[in-house]
């Protein structure tokens, strides 16, 4: 037992440490499939992507997209992201943080729910048990520490709704932007 969970240990240090470097995404892509709960059709997965906990706790929808060095922590919570979601680098998406008025800085978590159609732009942070409604829109550098409406644009730290998305949501991440990325 304590060298089948070694093994195991080993092999997700080796996932996380150099296989998320390979410059093939299909590779990338087969062995998420092998750790994730359920990786839908057409997903893309920049290289340094960061797999934080279970891979039963997290769920990506077909046709999305997440860019290099995005943070997936799965450790104390579920991430469930939806279909053709668009994630920008440098976002981090927590299910974990400490309690500030506990007197043992415990941990507490909760889940994260996104939606079909999120576009979460660069480099922002997404606290735990929030959910990103269908269609929303989260600016550069946001806190996002509530959750957001459907079809919301928000920004700020926290962040704060600043407008309201008006499209019809019938774009499909799978077509179209393939050619720019390797």
Wanted: glycine residues 10%; positive net charge.
């Amino acid at each position: 037992m304590v060298i089948k969970n070694w093994i195991s240990g080993f092999a997700k240090y080796i996932f996380r440490e150099w296989l998320m470097y390979l410059p093939s995404r299909k590779l990338r892509t087969f062995f998420i499939r092998k750790i994730c709960r359920n990786v839908g059709n057409d997903v893309f997965f920049c290289m340094k992507i960061d797999f934080k906990g279970d891979g039963n706790n997290l769920s990506i929808g077909a046709s999305s997209f997440i860019n290099k060095n995005v943070i997936l922590d799965a450790r104390f919570g579920k991430i469930q992201i939806g279909s053709n979601v668009d994630i920008g680098q440098d976002t981090h998406i927590w299910t974990t943080e400490h309690d500030p008025n506990d007197d043992l800085h415990s941990v507490k978590g909760g889940d994260v729910t996104i939606e079909d159609h999120v576009w979460i732009s660069t480099r922002v942070t997404l606290l735990p048990g929030i959910t990103i409604g269908k269609g929303a829109v989260v600016a550069c550098g946001s806190i996002v520490t509530k959750d957001v409406a459907p079809l919301a644009i928000v920004a700020g730290v926290p962040a704060k709704v600043i407008g309201q998305r008006t499209n019809q949501l019938k774009y499909d991440l799978s077509k179209g932007i393939r050619p720019y990325f390797f």
